[in-house]
């Protein structure tokens, strides 16, 4: 099933109201705001920051000693710099909202890690056209937890 098919499912599935044909634009006239759009566009068009060569998400090196471990760990023999860079760009969708608001099944949180992933192709090729990414989707089976969304640069 293409993604937007999955979309519109899924939003079906969450959200009623619409009867006959819907398109996503309906969902976000109907059930949407401004405000929650631009609260979740950080989501999908992440800070991003530059240290020791590595494009890394803003928010996973926020702190000096976040930025200190990374450091650290491109210091480690047994990882290569593709390694840490994938591990600190790494998000699991479960755990971006608080419990409460965990309503999602692992299928939808594939889902949203699937289009995090497209947005963060073309985000990162937009910031940085002169360098290559892997952006990959993480399965639960994969992060041992939830479905999640990693990159690093390809040399």
């Known amino acids: 099933m293409k993604i937007m098919e999955q979309l519109l499912e899924t939003l079906g599935e969450h959200f009623r109201g619409l009867e006959g044909r819907v398109d996503f634009d309906d969902y976000v006239h109907l059930h949407g705001t401004p405000i929650q759009a631009l609260l979740y566009s950080g989501l999908f068009l992440p800070k991003l920051v530059m240290i020791d060569d590595c494009v890394l998400l803003s928010w996973n090196v926020a702190d000096e000693e976040a930025e200190s471990r990374f450091r650290a760990a491109l210091r480690d023999p047994s990882k290569?710099?593709?390694?840490?860079?994938?591990?600190?760009?790494?998000?699991?969708?479960?755990?971006?909202?608080?419990?409460?608001?965990?309503?999602?099944?692992?299928?939808?949180?594939?889902?949203?890690?699937?289009?995090?992933?497209?947005?963060?192709?073309?985000?990162?090729?937009?910031?940085?056209?002169?360098?290559?990414?892997?952006?990959?989707?993480?399965?639960?089976?994969?992060?041992?937890?939830?479905?999640?969304?990693?990159?690093?640069q390809v040399c």
Not at 107 to 116: C, G, H, P, R
């Open 80 to 152: 290569t710099r593709a390694e840490v860079e994938a591990s600190f760009n790494l998000i699991e969708v479960g755990y971006l909202f608080r419990p409460s608001s965990r309503v999602t099944t692992d299928d939808e949180d594939i889902l949203l890690a699937s289009l995090l992933c497209l947005s963060w192709r073309g985000w990162l090729n937009t910031c940085f056209p002169e360098r290559n990414f892997a952006v990959d989707v993480l399965t639960c089976e994969m992060t041992g937890s939830t479905a999640g969304v990693q990159f690093y």
